[in-house]
């Protein structure tokens, strides 16, 4: 422990020790599939054709809300390109699933069957289905582990998708709600207010949903307002994952260069073509004569 403390090589011990212990948490996952399949096997047909109907309508708004998107997407591409913006690309991911859960009621971690044979790496971002569960902070052979966004020392810079303030969310060590931190007492932020990723750190991607304001208390006399959230993750009943593989930062930096170098250089056609004569000059012919008959004036006066 004090090795492990003091000195970084133990990482590497660490990691290949996981190795012999990834089929330890693959057993110990066996029973809670088998009871998960054999609830399944059991439950009635009425059940199941009640949850085939659930799904059916999911699936029906889940298709709705897809065509309306993609004709978003075609505007939303228009106008970028209007613009002159980079456009925006699809974040490449792999799917992963729960192995265990952290014991430890101050802790707020688990394992995920990825390691860095599928390519996971350490400060990789992890969503589920509804939102930012958290990060990679270890990665063995065949299994990672994931630090949750609950946890106390998460943090993490998020924007409100409502007018775009930007804020840092920590973990309350809870599953149910984090804190929004140095918060403004003038700050327009309110109760049901989305809180997504801003992807000002580098680290994860913009626009993913990270938790929904919950409340939102005013102290008088004190320069901060106290504002609580809560996950948009299921932090504790998901059990499929997937890995998000964004952009290197160097890269993403890159673009916005280059943006900036397309803006400079409209600017200046526009600037170039504003200093063509004929057209400007003209314009302030009028000025100009008028000073030169003020000039004119003033010199005749004693």
Do not use: C
């Amino acid at each position: 422990m004090f090795v492990d403390q003091r000195f970084t090589r133990m990482e590497q011990v660490r990691a290949q020790m996981s190795m012999i212990v990834a089929p330890i948490q693959w057993v110990v996952s066996v029973p809670s599939d088998l009871l998960n399949w054999g609830s399944l096997a059991l439950s009635d047909q009425q059940a199941l054709v009640d949850e085939n109907r659930r799904l059916r309508e999911q699936i029906l708004t889940l298709s709705h809300r897809g065509q309306r998107m993609a004709n978003l997407t075609a505007e939303n591409s228009e106008l970028r390109d209007l613009l002159k913006a980079a456009e925006r690309r699809d974040i490449p991911y792999i799917t992963a699933e729960l192995l265990s859960l952290d014991n430890d009621p101050f802790s707020h971690q688990m394992v995920v069957n990825r390691g860095h044979r599928n390519g996971a790496y350490v400060g990789q971002p992890v969503i589920d289905a509804f939102g930012l569960v958290g990060q990679i902070t270890a990665v063995s052979a065949y299994s990672s582990r994931v630090l949750l966004l609950a946890d106390a020392s998460h943090a993490l810079p998020v924007q409100l998708n409502r007018n775009g303030l930007r804020f840092i969310v920590q973990g309350a060590g809870r599953y149910s709600s984090v804190n929004v931190m140095h918060v403004p007492d003038t700050a327009d932020i309110r109760e049901g207010d989305l809180l997504t990723t801003s992807g000002l750190a580098g680290r994860f991607p913009p626009g993913y949903p990270v938790a929904r304001v919950t409340e939102v208390f005013h102290d008088p006399g004190k320069p901060f307002a106290r504002v609580t959230a809560e996950p948009m993750a299921q932090l504790q009943r998901s059990r499929h994952f997937l890995l998000l593989f964004p952009p290197p930062r160097e890269e993403i930096e890159e673009h916005a260069w280059d943006d900036t170098l397309d803006i400079s250089a409209e600017a200046l056609r526009s600037s170039l073509h504003l200093a063509v004569p004929g057209s400007v000059q003209h314009d302030n012919a009028q000025p100009n004569n008028a000073l030169r008959n003020q000039n004119a004036s003033s010199q005749e006066v004693p």
